[in-house]
């Protein structure tokens, strides 16, 4: 991957992890972005998960071979960009770690040492010159993590992005969806709950000419289409902004009776002239994928049966994942199934009780085991009022 004549990619790419970060299925594969720095001293942005650090040694070897490098910039501790600096700073024993003071606490914890007598600690605004090249240091705090720091490179315009602007996949394999899906799917999933610490590297950012983003994961951004584009839609996931017009439906359904009214709410809705509708099965489908969809459109529908005098645990968990990534500014609806004493709809209720701006629809549709004219009134008054 050609970054700049000076700057150059030491990278690898994951096709064997299973679940990235122990949940997210990844099909394509995961890219841990490395970058190295070819001037008058030499420096590399971050290490790479722990199976490929003699791939990234030997990637950097092939840049520069025997030469020395000079600085290891640490922008995240999280260990698929942290796990080989032991292993760095043995095999370069004279380089000077560079990371915010929180990041060496974290070291000290994952490897014993805070590399006191080698170390650079950098703050928000800080600058090192690596002799053409000056980079500034931007302090992101929760942008994934509390230590995070992201780069800018005043000579070449160049953000050095950290986890901002990552996504899901390998770099050697086309994603046929582009940028936004798995970009999206990676942000809300990972993120997502970090809003307002996004919003504010963003403003950061606004300040800043780039020419070039550089993230620890997926693809650069590399010309002013992408830079805007990426902006345009981080500013939308962050500020919890409603991205496309349209209805995700996330449904359970234990005998197919509930899927069946989930089914049949679609029809109605794409009739009346919902603009989308998106339907998940939370048992079957990929539960990141639905709570993409659920920031990604403006209304949400939640179809569950009543179980254990609660909610089917798959339900459960979805709202879970919304709720504790600050879900907000929606309208949601609800459908509940209960044989005997149905009650989903408002023990799902409940659980939103915390979130910020939310619009519940008048129209809850109880279904009685199956669908029955009385129901499926409901759903269609649940459409009109969708649609409305
Ligand atoms: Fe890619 Fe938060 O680590």
Redesign the pocket.
Known sequence: MKITDDILYVGVNDHKVDLFEGQYVVPRGMAYNSYLVKDEKTLVFDTVDRNFGDEWFANIKAKIGEGPVDYLVVQ?M?P??SANIAAFAAAYPKATIVASAQAFVMMKNFFGTDYADRRLVVKDGDTLSTGKHTFAFVAAPMV??PEVIVTYDTTAKILFSA?GF?KFGANDVEDPEGWDCEARRYYIG?VGKYGPQTQALLKKAAGLEINMICP??GPVLATAEEIAHAVKQYDTWSSYSVETPGVCIAYTSVYGHTKEAVMKLKELLLAKGCPKVAVSDLARDDQPEAVEDAFRYGKLVLATTTYNMNIFPWMRHFIDHLTERNYQNRTVAFIENGSWMPQAAKVMRKMFENSKNITFCENVVTIKSALSAESEAKLEALADELVK
């Open positions: 995240h999280e698929d960009h994934h993590w986890d990552g990972i620890l994961h």
